[in-house]
């Protein structure tokens, strides 16, 4: 899943999001469109929040196992 598929299973909007992390809505904006990497904070903050690994906020796919 990607992060607007994550926040939408919740039923947020990227303002709702945003406000609960404190980050901008922007970020979650490009973010979601692909058009930048999260900083670490941010990564980190959606990490947690979603409850998924930090390398699939960064980009990275996981396979069975937890190996790339």
Not at 12 to 38: F, H, Q, W
Not at 45 to 56: D, H, Q, S, T, V
Request: glycine share 8%; aromatic share 4%.
């Amino acid at each position: 899943m990607n992060i607007r598929e994550l926040r939408e299973s919740k039923g947020l909007s990227r303002s709702k999001l945003a406000r609960i992390l404190n980050i901008d809505t922007m970020t979650i904006y490009n973010v979601e469109k692909g058009r930048c990497r999260p900083q670490p904070k941010t990564a980190i903050a959606l990490a947690k929040f979603f409850e998924i690994p930090i390398e699939e906020i960064r980009g990275k796919k996981l396979e069975k196992g937890g190996r790339k």
